[in-house]
Nanobody, 114 residues
């Protein structure tokens, strides 16, 4: 059974930075794609950033150039560095392993004040 635990969310002013972490249990982390999704108030969950098992990254247009996803296979951890945060980045951020039908974390709240 895989468990994903996010951390690093919080309240930050616009222009600030946060770093989210997601620690995965189990032994299949290194062979799976990982992703961060966001559910903004009143919206559905959408992809923010993803990283393949080989390290190829993909970003939503709205965060490209501001957010960076990375992974440390030795620590079974994926990160999301978020810079130049905007109020529209506010939402619950979920860690994902293996795509939409894969495993999900419980989510961590990110609130960006203007």
């Amino acid at each position: 059974q895989v468990r994903l635990v996010e951390s690093g969310g919080g309240l930050v002013q616009a222009g600030g930075s946060l770093r989210l972490s997601c620690a995965a249990s189990g032994s299949i982390f290194s062979i799976n794609p990982m992703g961060w999704y966001r559910r903004a108030p009143g919206n559905q969950r959408g992809l923010v950033a993803a990283i393949s098992s080989g390290g190829t990254t993909n970003y939503a247009v709205s965060v490209k150039g501001r957010f960076t996803i990375s992974r440390d296979n030795a620590k079974n951890t994926v990160y999301l560095q978020m810079n130049s945060l905007k109020p529209e980045d506010t939402g619950v951020y979920y860690c994902n392993m293996g795509g939409y039908l894969g495993y999900w974390g419980q989510g961590t709240q990110v609130t960006v004040s203007s």
